[in-house]
């Protein structure tokens, strides 16, 4: 099949490799839709993360079964399906409390950029929708597959509520998945700490009651003014660099929670300000079949449009083009088409 | 008046200094009836906190109201008081949030072991009781001023809940407390880690219904047998070394949270583990006051009596030798009688 593979820093190619098979009685083979680039993909592109020299990359995507192990018996080829990028098998006691990113039998796609991909735990993992599926959906549920259930579980772990008041450190595709998710769950001022025009913009479509462009001191001067010197109820941390977390514990109120969602990457925690101010931490990678099921109702009731954070589309033989894109901040995410 | 004061590490000498004043309208002198020693005493103790020589010492007290200043109206001469080592104006947003610690006008004790104490926020920090104190009662309520409040705290943050599991990290007073306050919230399993005798029989006096003997690796495992594998539905941890917060977050389920309430020294927080298993930090200094009402209903009703964590009296006149018994861990907590 076709897929994307990544062989140095920058050095990102379409090419050419065996089909995924069967391995497992639980394994799913997904005929991949859409698919997209992710904020963490661009860490190894970077250079910032190790790389496997012409490993297979990217792990959001949607798309149609096309083949099941023997143990997979609520999917069958031709499901419409969205594929978690947390494979779980949504039965141990982890998956059962709702901590599905900590499952025993945790996977991961690892072809989403490419033509063909496989779900390790098909059965558990999987969300499908009933009938044919409108092609202007697919961005949005697509997002489900990472992003908005990402931003989703930043705002849940922050504790956002009804009538409170939510910061979101980042822009990114994340922190504006995370801006819906702040309200719909209720919050009633919603402050995006971004610099860019168009993700303002947007961040304000999505809920966004105000906008602060400055960064670190500057920043937090400016979301401590608005919240009368208080700091505010919940904040999401979208971005996972130390001068992010840093800014979302200077935002945050005292006895307030820090959700974080950003893969941590250089953080050192401010342990002994976390411990004078009572501000928590709580969070980490998205235990995404757990909001889906919801996700997939917001979206199909329209409540939800979480696909509009891809302001760029382009056929998967593009991927090269689409993480230089990303890469120069020329566009917020990048949807692909096989 | 006679007070406690500390010149170097390992040197605490009773001193004669001026008797405190009424130097705010918000301010209140007690004369001290009982005052102890902390655990957090033993860092400049041990010289692993800076030492202003000279300095008066002790942030524990209960004892009379001696005089209050002009903005004091809810106590008067002769009111017998708790007095929370953080003091608060109890009005602010951050108090009215139940976050104390907090406050606008934080303020602590600073000479509890001595015969006068003041205090910064009278009216906002103080509680009192009604009528004559049993002398027998004294214990129990000094440990209100701080270590049942700070136990009852990290079991709070950690989220502590009826039916669930609870490990507590530490035996000393503040964990031996921990243990108290899980067993008033509902814990139905305590796992109590402590290498300690006599601390172990304490503990399981006050509702611990497992002890761990290990530590480390092997107390860690020791845990996570104990839970068949999952690991503990909340965790208190009640040190404030980078060991015991290590130990605390290897025994905390993926979804839980560590209710931290030990000054952190040298700790360096697991972030990546906290990411990876989406285990949450909360807690930090205890907002005592928040929880004195109900914790004296508690001790007055005969319910609690964390009195008992105090195993050594001895007159104020002889708290070098309450320091050197607590440092060398003859004793779990020293009560001081001036």
Redesign the interface.
């Known amino acids: 099949m076709r897929a994307t593979t990544i062989h140095a820093p920058r050095d990102i190619r379409l090419s050419t490799v065996p089909d995924p098979t069967i391995t497992a009685p639980t394994d799913a083979i997904v005929r991949v839709l859409a698919a997209c680039i992710c904020g963490s993909d661009l860490w190894p592109y970077r250079g910032e993360n190790p790389i496997d020299e012409g490993v297979t990359i990217g792990h959001e995507a949607v798309g149609v079964v096309e083949e099941v192990g023997a143990e997979v018996t609520s999917f069958r080829a031709g499901d419409f399906v969205i594929v978690p990028f947390d494979h779980c098998d949504n039965t141990c006691?982890?998956c059962l409390?709702?901590?599905q990113?900590?499952c025993d039998h945790l996977g991961f796609t690892t072809s989403g950029q490419a033509e063909l991909t496989r779900v390790n735990q098909a059965e558990g993992s999987l969300v499908k929708t009933e009938g044919t599926i409108d092609d202007a959906l697919l961005p949005s549920l697509l997002a489900l597959s990472d992003v908005m259930a990402t931003g989703w579980h930043a705002a849940v772990?922050a504790g956002v509520r009804q009538g409170g008041t939510a910061v979101v450190v980042g822009d990114g595709a994340v922190g504006l998945c995370g801006v819906i998710a702040a309200h719909e769950l209720g919050a009633e001022r919603i402050i995006a700490m971004s610099r860019h025009a168009d993700r303002q913009a947007l961040a304000r479509e999505f809920g966004a009651t105000e906008v602060v462009a400055e960064r670190d001191d500057a920043g937090v001067a400016a979301v401590l003014e608005l919240t009368?010197g208080?700091g505010a109820d919940a904040v999401l941390e979208c971005v996972g660099t130390d001068q992010a977390i840093r800014t979302a514990f200077e935002v945050a109120?005292?006895?307030s929670?820090v959700g974080?969602v950003g893969?941590?990457h250089g953080?050192?925690?401010p342990?002994?300000h976390?411990?004078?101010?009572?501000?928590?931490?709580?969070?980490?990678?998205a235990?995404v079949r757990r909001y889906l099921p919801d996700l997939l109702d917001r979206v199909l009731d329209g409540r939800i449009d979480p696909g509009r954070v891809f302001d760029l589309t382009l056929p998967l033989d593009e991927v090269a083009e689409g993480y230089r894109a990303m890469d120069e901040r020329r566009a917020i995410k990048v949807l692909l088409r096989p």
Chains 1, 2 share one sequence.
């Open positions: 006691p982890h409390a709702g901590v990113s900590a772990a009368g208080v109120r005292p006895g929670t974080f893969v941590p953080v050192e925690l342990v002994r976390m411990f004078r101010r009572n501000i928590g931490l709580a969070g980490g990678m235990p």
